[in-house]
Nanobody, 130 residues
Framework: QVTLMESGGAPVEAGGSLRLSCKFSGTSGYSWFCMAWFRQSTGRRIEEREGVAGFDSNGQTKYVDSVKGRFTISRDIAENTLNLQMDDLRPEDSGQYYC????????????????????WGQGTQVTVSS
């Protein structure tokens, strides 16, 4: 059973930085897997959860346009951790951040809807004040 646990969310002022981490376990039986960070913006429904950062099928990092140049996704396979460095935060970045896992290679163009992923963490809250 794959388990994911996010941490690092906090209240922060606009322009500040946060580093989110997702500790994962139970993945040793998978030769390939794909992970990404999703955000459920404040007031939005679960089905409106959007991907903000992930990897394409070549392992290249990819981002949604609104976070390009400000967020950096990275993974540490030895530590079983997926990270999201968030800089120059804006109020519109507020929301619950989730890491997601699927037991296959990532899509060619990196983006997949939340329904494509089969395991999720509980999320960590980021609140950016202006």
């Amino acid at each position: 059973q794959v388990t994911l646990m996010e941490s690092g969310g906090a209240p922060v002022e606009a322009g500040g930085s946060l580093r989110l981490s997702c500790k994962f376990s139970g993945t040793s039986g998978y030769s390939w897997f794909c992970m990404a960070w999703f955000r459920q913006s404040t007031g939005r429904r679960i089905e409106e959860r959007e991907g903000v950062a992930g990897f394409d099928s070549n392992g290249q990092t990819k981002y949604v346009d609104s976070v390009k140049g400000r967020f950096t996704i990275s993974r540490d396979i030895a530590e079983n951790t997926l990270n999201l460095q968030m800089d120059d935060l804006r109020p519109e970045d507020s929301g619950q951040y989730y890491c997601a896992f699927r037991s296959s290679n990532c899509p060619g163009n990196w983006y997949a809807p939340m329904t494509w992923y089969n395991f999720w963490g509980q999320g960590t809250q980021v609140t950016v004040s202006s």
